[in-house]
């Protein structure tokens, strides 16, 4: 059976393999799909060692997705872009093609929750790996208008200034931002240490399309703080979760699957409804 599996550290509470099996299922297509938690310096080994004994793609997650960068044959160009792989897929030529579905994923699910991204003015908060994978498909969709704003601002100018090419992109601190937006995505870790990104109240209202690429089985903290301040439609990262993985299954399988059935099995795993 076509062997998959997601490399991360840590990887054990992973919903790839959930996700895959169910895609597998609806697909009807027969493959396995498990979890590597290789050490932090033992990843290039561990990559190497499941192709060589036929694994035929794998996903990669935090922390290893800007070394897959460095490991794999040939990237695609959003790959490329986004200076990380998250999906490889061994070719039947046997190259390892390095992909990156996380800002496609993005796109999908906003899309899916009728978000318009033509002619919008879109605020991406932080400037990390997340904001990076973000940027070119964001960008693609044409927005008025994409404010990059980061606690750390030299490194949302560099982000503003190396997507340039691509479309009205443009840095400002925190304390410049002038609304009113019509879309923030906070892509920063703030969360992650129960922390909120320094946003003004007051850029909040309730037209506004707010997008946390994290999740968690309640609100994210700010998830709340936006609905405190007046938001009404609120996004988690959860969609963006089972599209990347859609994206990622069409690469390796050539057959796209749904993703609202299994986006609803997996909130129900996960206790949300
Ligand atoms: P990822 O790959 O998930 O983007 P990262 O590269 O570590 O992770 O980037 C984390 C982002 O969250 C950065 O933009 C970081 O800001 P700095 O560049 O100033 O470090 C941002 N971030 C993390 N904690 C934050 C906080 N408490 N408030 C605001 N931004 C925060």
Known sequence: MDRYLVFGHPVRHSKSPFIHTL??????????????????DEFAHALRTFFDQGGKGCNVTVPF????FTLVDCLSPRAKRAGAVNTIKLTDDGVLLGDNTDGAGLVADLKSHGVTLADSRILLLGAGGAARGALAPLLAELPSELVIANRTHTKAQQLAAEFHDLGPVTAQTYEQLAGPFDLVINSTSASLQGELPPLAPALIHTDIAIYDMMYGASDTAFISWAKQHGARQTMDGLGMLVEQAAEAFTVWRGIRPGTK???????????VI
């Open 23 to 40: 895609f597998a299922r609806q697909t009807q297509q027969e493959l396995e799909y498990g979890l590597a938690e290789p050490a932090v």
């Open 65 to 68: 997705k800007e070394q897959a």
């Open 261 to 271: 059935q299994v986006l609803r099995e997996l909130k129900r795993n996960l206790g």
